[in-house]
Nanobody
Framework: QLQASGGGLVQAGGSLRLSCAASGDNFNIYAMGWFRQAPGKDREFLVAISWGGYSTYYADSVKGRFTISRDNAKKMVYLQMNSLKPEDTAVYYC?????????????????WGQGTQVTVSS
């Protein structure tokens, strides 16, 4: 199970840090990712991190502004979001999957959290 938290309301240019807590025995072998979905839009891949944290893969839309990290001992994944823009407003989801493919496909993520709302005001 995955549970995302840390969303909220922030002004444009501000920062937020999202957290994703995992339970279960397979976290250490899971690639983890963050996605978002804005109203009326398709789910969008943002970033993935390999099971050991050695590899990351970012979508162009967030590269240079967002940073993913993980702490396997705590079974946590984080998304540091800086320089937020109104177009970053969405529900953010963390996801995990046991995959050897890199970068992973969206279909490789079989476990999903419930989402946390991020709203960026202009």
């Amino acid at each position: 199970q995955l549970q995302a938290s840390g969303g909220g309301l922030v002004q444009a240019g501000g920062s937020l840090r999202l957290s994703c807590a995992a339970s279960g025995d397979n976290f250490n072998i899971y690639a983890m990712g963050w996605f978002r979905q804005a109203p009326g839009k398709d789910r969008e891949f943002l970033v993935a991190i390999s099971w050991g944290g050695y590899s990351t893969y970012y979508a162009d839309s967030v590269k240079g502004r967002f940073t993913i990290s993980r702490d396997n001992a705590k079974k946590m994944v984080y998304l540091q979001m800086n320089s937020l823009k109104p177009e970053d407003t969405a529900v953010y989801y963390c996801a995990g999957g046991a995959t050897a493919r890199w970068p992973p496909y969206t279909s490789d993520f079989g476990s999903w959290g419930q989402g946390t709302q991020v709203t960026v005001s202009s």
